[in-house]
Antibody, heavy 124, light 106 residues
Framework: QLQLQESGPGLVKPSETLSLTCTVS??????????WGWIRQPPGKGLEWIATIYDSGSTYYNSSLKSRVTISVDTSKTQFSLKLSSVTAADTAVYYC????????????????WGQGTLVTVSS | DIQMTQSPSTLSASVGDRVTITCRASQSISSWLAWYQQKPGKAPKLLIYKASSLESGVPSRFSGSGSGTEFTLTISSLQPDDFATYYC????????FGQGTKVEIK
């Protein structure tokens, strides 16, 4: 059973860089059917997609965050990571990593497996 | 960017009710739409992909329909476990979530 687990500091100072890692266990990170993504949820608010990466290294970013975000993948460690620079209090959120599964050539796609989420607070 | 708008934002219903949530896209997304259920303190759970395909293990009382710009999620007979917040998400061009619909007890 594939599982995802987020890890990283729970507290980040304003203007610094938030760094999170998602470890994939119980399965492969490399497949033509998988993309890997980060989604966040500020306290009491809705979900916001941040970034997605394919194991080939192709990356996709939310236009509102693109200038501050970097997503990367390390297939040897079955991990993918998120860096968000110049953080402010508005970046306080639960950060989720998730697998984006493609259900065949025309079968649609969705985030089918999620990590439990990790709360990151931006505060001095 | 594609915007997703859900309605209503909050829905009050009773066990056994038929519940419908609507999601509208700012431009056509074909059938590239998914629905998720989220309970407090938990990660979202995938219910529906490709607008109407039921994810494995999801009860058949959940169904999805629509294409283009208008989509619906229907719960045929609301159960106690279904009180939660529901999100739609487009994946036609990048990824965007709706703002969510909270289904609460009437």
């Amino acid at each position: 059973q594939l599982q995802l687990q987020e890890s990283g500091p729970g507290l980040v100072k304003p203007s610094e860089t938030l760094s999170l890692t998602c470890t994939v266990s119980g399965g492969s990170i490399s497949s033509s059917s998988y993309y890997w993504g980060w989604i966040r949820q500020p306290p009491g608010k809705g979900l916001e997609w941040i970034a997605t990466i394919y194991d080939s290294g192709s990356t996709y970013y939310n236009s509102s965050l693109k200038s501050r975000v970097t997503i990367s993948v390390d297939t040897s460690k079955t991990q993918f990571s998120l860096k968000l620079s110049s953080v402010t209090a508005a970046d306080t959120a639960v950060y989720y990593c998730a697998r984006d599964l493609t259900y065949g050539p025309s079968g649609g796609r969705a985030f089918d497996i999620w990590g439990q989420g990790t709360l990151v607070t931006v505060s001095s | 960017d594609i915007q997703m708008t859900q309605s209503p934002s909050t829905l009050s219903a009773s066990v056994g009710d038929r519940v419908t949530i609507t999601c509208r896209a700012s431009q056509s997304i074909s059938s590239w739409l998914a629905w998720y259920q989220q309970k407090p303190g938990k990660a979202p759970k995938l219910l529906i992909y490709k607008a109407s395909s039921l994810e494995s293990g999801v009860p058949s009382r959940f169904s999805g329909s629509g294409s283009g710009t208008e989509f619906t999620l229907t719960i045929s007979s609301l159960q106690p476990d279904d009180f939660a917040t529901y999100y739609c998400q487009q994946c036609n061009f990048y990824w965007t979530f709706g703002q969510g619909t909270k289904v609460e007890i009437k």
